[in-house]
């Protein structure tokens, strides 16, 4: 079993997980709604990942003999003005998300709990793709500009992404 302190943080990034699975999904709502297809499948990925992200996790957790405890989730509230200022949001959540994976290793080391220290350790990996990926994404944004005929190319580019591709 996990120290309760080890335990209670990882289970809070489990649900923290889960409801990163569920903004992207409510991103992926909001990019289709504004005819952007292909940021919309891109994201629906994206939540799928997170949902990986988060089954990594329970399963860690089973596997130590901790339970996890799956908590209720507030509603993602997303309210954007453009496809940059979507991107924006999405690296400022990575960064945060970056931010706990970083305590909790920092705990698991400071607890001598190298188990989970080294579980974590592809999550850390996991994170500077993450940001790199929405820091580039934001780049072609700023690059290129943000009218609707050059979004045109970001969509389209999103619609054919392959993890590790841009």
């Not at 990034?13 to 504004?34: C, D, G, T, V």
């Not at 909790?104 to 790199?132: A, G, K, V």
Request: hydrophobic residues 35%.
């Amino acid at each position: 079993m996990l120290k309760e302190n080890i335990f209670v943080h990882l289970n809070e990034q489990l649900n923290l997980e889960l409801f990163s699975a569920n903004i992207y999904l409510q991103m992926s709502s909001w990019a289709h709604n504004k005819n952007y297809e292909g940021t919309g499948i891109f994201l629906k990925k994206q939540s799928l990942e997170e949902m990986n992200h988060m089954y990594k996790i329970f399963d860690y957790l089973n596997n130590t003999k901790t339970p996890p405890i799956i908590n209720s989730i507030p509603s993602p509230k997303i309210s954007c003005n453009s496809l940059y200022e979507l991107f924006k949001k999405i690296l400022k959540h990575e960064k945060y998300i970056t931010k706990k994976i970083n305590e909790i290793t920092c705990l698991s080391m400071n607890n001598q709990d190298y188990s989970t220290f080294n579980f974590l350790q592809w999550y850390i990996s996991e994170q500077r793709e993450e940001e790199n990926l929405f820091q580039k994404i934001l780049d072609k944004i700023n690059l290129i500009g943000d009218n609707e005929k050059n979004l045109f190319f970001i969509d389209k580019y999103l619609y054919s992404y392959k993890k590790n591709e841009i």
